[in-house]
């Protein structure tokens, strides 16, 4: 057996363990898991933190690219809004995931991070990249995620889909920007 399989296997063992978790919280049978549209902006504020934080993590010895320094300069300028979608996270598990809510919410960042971090070995210049990200979310005041999936390395999407009644009211916009990007033709 390899060396990168032996290395691999307690990941896998932890995934399994993480699926096995999250199976066992998931909601009752014929319920449907959506995010509405605060929702989605909050897994997504979570998957750039993360992608921040693995940065500044697995970057570290690449200190000229200055990822320690951007996630925390984010995590200061950004924390009311960061707590706000730790909130929205924390109560969209109570509501789908009653009695399992921290149990599936810990295995979600857990897993993301893990993710992430796994990906970050795929990436090509994931720290270069990563750091770019950091310092176009460090210097911004505003919205951290306005512009910021455009620069991230791995982009981020919630774990559930949207709800129904945030497709119904997208695919008009969604249908709109198709006929702006095609000079008024839709396809």
Known sequence: MSHAAVRHRPARAIKTMLVT??????????????????????????????????????????HALGQRTYYNRFARRHGAMIDGANATLSAFF??????????????????????????SRRVDAYCVRVAALGLALAGNDRQPLAGATAEAPLPPRPPFPACARQRAAAAPAAAKRGADRDGGVNR
């Open 21 to 62: 978790a999250l199976l066992a919280t998931a909601p009752a049978a014929g319920a449907q898991t959506c995010v509405s549209a605060d929702e989605a902006a909050a897994f997504r504020l979570r998957h750039l933190q993360t992608q921040l934080m693995v940065g500044a993590l697995q970057c570290r010895g690449v």
């Open 94 to 119: 109570e509501r789908h995931f009653d009695g399992g809510a921290r149990t599936r919410l810990d295995a979600y960042v857990t897993g993301l991070a893990n993710d992430v971090s796994a990906a």
